[in-house]
């Protein structure tokens, strides 16, 4: 057999193999464009993000609809595990109660993120609690060092466990 033929599959696979390097590469170099800001020795990272938003009112609503999409999608979580709670098998019945308490215990450290930072003096936020990282979006034009140090204690004290602190910022400039 002629190596001729087996020539267009090892340069398309060459191809291939390239392609995704530089993929790769271009992820990485897109997920470390963020600055961080107020990164200590042992302590959590912090993520700062600037957004331009949508015209002042609509700008308002992103809030809004992820708001009600996070309370749709938690009443589904909630229905789906009420089922599993009901399980005759112990084993899915324990492992739903778990899930169960893990929702709650997000729950309420989302609201209780949100909660104080408003009592802070931001305007308008939504948190989301992972076990990797904390996201708090904020409505602001900017913010300043104070401010950032604020949103990273308020998380602290309230998450316990080590996370990455994401603080973005929404605005339409408006």
């Not at 992103?62 to 909630?78: I, T």
């Not at 466990?161 to 929404?170: P, S, Y």
Request: glycine share 6%.
């Amino acid at each position: 057999m002629s190596n001729k033929r087996y020539r267009p599959y090892f340069f398309g696979g060459v191809t291939c193999y390239l392609i995704v390097i530089l993929a790769a590469v271009f992820l990485f170099h897109a997920k470390s464009s963020y600055s961080e800001v107020g990164t200590e020795q042992n302590s959590r990272e912090i993520i700062f993000k600037s957004e331009l938003g949508e015209p002042a009112e609509n700008g308002r609503n992103y809030f809004v609809n992820y708001r009600l999409k996070r309370e749709e999608y938690r009443e589904e979580s909630k229905e789906m595990l009420k089922v599993l709670l009901q399980s005759d098998v112990a084993k899915n019945r324990e492992e739903a109660q778990t899930r169960w308490l893990e929702l709650s215990k997000k729950m309420a450290q989302e609201g209780e993120i949100e909660n104080i930072l408003k009592l802070k003096g931001f305007e308008d936020l939504v948190a989301e609690v992972n076990q990797q990282a904390v996201k708090v979006v904020l409505f602001s034009p900017s913010l300043t060092t104070e401010e950032i140090n604020t949103v990273k204690n308020v998380v602290k004290d309230i998450v316990a466990q080590e996370a990455i602190i994401e603080v973005l910022v929404k605005y339409s400039g408006g």
